[in-house]
């Protein structure tokens, strides 16, 4: 496993320690054999925490190895023929929270309303699926209930649009909102057991037209022990990939595994005799572009992008270096010595085509494509580890898995993303304690009583006859802030008054009710 200091020894500090959001908030992904996290700027998998900041996509669950350091989303485009990047190694620069659609301003990104939200199989009670923030755009069923994703579904939003920070590379904010899905499954066995699925809603909410757009996804994987991890990719099936480069990891140990980074649906471009994957739907007269490059970097001062035109060659499947654009075919190690747009397409299993020599931190990219404002893009990414019985037969094995995986894609899985766009009333958090009158009153036999707790907290709300002697006790126990609404029925009660009484906190308050039978 990396530590700290291997890390800044490595990367000669070039790890960036800034970029948490001024609200953070994680929630695990752990359904299946992946233990992991989700952070709610985009951050994938690192564990970031300045003390302790380490790798954080354990593989198999449970088993203190690691297969992945951390990964996150990239974009780039050019607006009024500038260009703009969102990019940022091992730290989001994105920031929690949506953007107004009509302001084109982002959220307050410190409101905790814009946390992880994630929810189960029959857990309905749970606080979050309570508290959906369907209003956001987290999916919805057609009745307004949340959107169960595979079994375990974690959903946040962030966005790249406060003009006011300085974003790295020196660009301006892209002007988009980015919603993203996380999810996986667990009984479905076989490769889904080692899957998980990232699904990004990406929509441009600026005033502007963004052009020869890209979307990229960045990762830092390490298969255990990073010093000996090679990389490749198989542009056939969308896929690029981290294998080790002997049959014994130090960390591993025998037959280590291989972790992969397939585009199961990318963005959507015009093409008139085909139709694209769209929120569920098949769309005529629309494509999904596949990966449409790979680049991999040695992490030195020659190749590492400075500029965010050095960063936009990258999506290019180029260089900008010591002032040179070079294509790839133009650099000595390439064997094949032609550009390309995919490096390391090479077999290695049998040590065939191009192949690479180290392994370090990497994207896969999609372009370009064109967003008018308000226009909507949905690029859905799936993360698999592949073990086989040797380190290049993972990668074949991984290859295998991906076709098989794509193909359940295309014929079945994007349906899980059809949902209705029926929303349920955003719920709030109260700003205050409140116990409302009882609805109805009077009432035989059944009345419901409404509260609201602004914190998390102990509440108890009782019943009492007009002797003062307690007679139900209709909620007690430990509550996160919220409304509820508890229903009284009572059997054996007399007819008369009433009262009962909210205690939460310091706040205490009695009302009357009043039962005719
Ligand atoms: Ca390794
Ligand atoms: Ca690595």
């Known amino acids: 496993m990396k530590t700290i200091t291997t890390v800044l020894l490595l990367l000669g500090g070039v790890r960036i320690a800034q970029g948490q959001p001024v609200f953070s908030h994680y929630k695990p992904f752990d359904v299946n054999n992946i233990s992991t996290v989700a952070r709610n700027d985009g951050l994938l998998h690192q564990k970031y925490n300045p003390a302790t900041i380490a790798a954080g996509f354990e593989w198999p669950k449970g088993s203190g190895m690691y297969a992945i350091y951390a990964s996150t989303p990239w974009l780039a485009a050019k607006v009024h023929g500038e260009v703009r990047v969102a990019a940022r190694e091992w730290a989001s620069t994105f920031n929690p929270g949506p953007m107004d659609a009509v302001t084109h301003q982002p959220a307050d990104r410190s409101d905790s309303t814009f946390r992880v939200y994630r929810i189960e199989r029959s857990d309905s009670a749970s606080w979050d699926y309570q508290h959906w923030p369907s209003s956001l ?7 307004g209930k949340p959107l169960l994703l595979g079994e375990q579904t974690l959903w946040c939003v962030y966005n790249c649009a406060d003009s006011t920070e300085v974003m790295p590379f020196d660009s301006k904010p892209l002007g988009v909102e980015v919603q993203q899905t996380v999810f996986g499954y667990s009984s479905l066995g076989g490769l889904f057991t080692n899957l998980m699925i990232v699904r990004y809603v990406i929509i441009n909410k600026s005033v502007s ?3 020869s757009m890209y979307f990229g996804f960045w990762s830092d994987p390490d298969i255990g022990d990073p010093s000996d991890d090679r990389d490749g990719c198989d542009s056939t099936v969308s896929l690029w990939y981290c294998y080790n480069a002997t049959d014994n990891d130090a ?3 025998l037959h280590p595994p291989a972790v992969g980074y397939v585009t199961l649906q990318g963005p959507r471009v015009v093409s008139t005799e085909d139709s694209a994957l769209f929120v569920g739907c098949r769309v005529p007269g629309y494509k999904n572009l596949p990966m449409t490059s790979f680049v991999l970097w040695p992490n030195d001062s020659w190749s590492n992008p400075r500029t965010a035109a050095s960063v936009y060659s990258y999506f290019q499947a180029s260089w900008w270096s010591l002032g040179r654009h070079i294509t790839y075919g133009g650099i000595g190690t390439d064997p094949l010595a032609r550009p390309t747009n995919f490096m390391y397409s090479g077999d290695p299993e049998t040590g065939t085509g191009w192949l690479s020599t180290f392994s370090r931190h990497e994207f896969g990219g999609s372009g370009p494509f064109t967003m008018a404002p308000g226009d909507t893009q949905e690029v859905v990414m799936g993360v698999l580890v592949s073990r086989g019985t040797s380190n290049t037969g993972s990668v074949t094995k991984l290859r ?10 295309s014929d079945s899985l994007y349906k899980l993303f059809a949902s209705p766009p029926a929303y349920m009333p955003p719920r709030e958090i109260p700003e205050l304690y409140h116990l409302s009158q009882n609805y109805p009153n009077p009432f035989n036999p059944g009345t419901d009583i409404q509260f609201s707790l602004p914190i998390d907290g102990q ?6 006859n007009m002797l ?3 007679v139900a006790v209709l909620a007690s126990g430990y509550y996160q802030a919220g409304s509820y609404t508890v229903r009284w029925e009572p059997r054996t009660a007399a007819t008369g008054g009433y009262v009962y009484q909210l205690a939460a906190g310091s706040f205490v308050r009695n009302r009357r009710m009043l039962l005719l039978k």
Do not use: C, F, K
Not at 400 to 409: D, F, G, I, P, V
Not at 459 to 464: D, E, G, N, Q, W
């Open 137 to 143: 755009g987290a999916p919805v069923q057609s009745n």
């Open 459 to 464: 509440a108890t709300l009782t019943v009492y």
């Open 468 to 470: 003062g002697q307690r």
């Open 400 to 409: 295998n898995e991906t076709r098989a995986l794509l193909e359940t894609y």
């Open 251 to 253: 960390e591993y140990g």
């Open 209 to 211: 037209t963004l052009d």
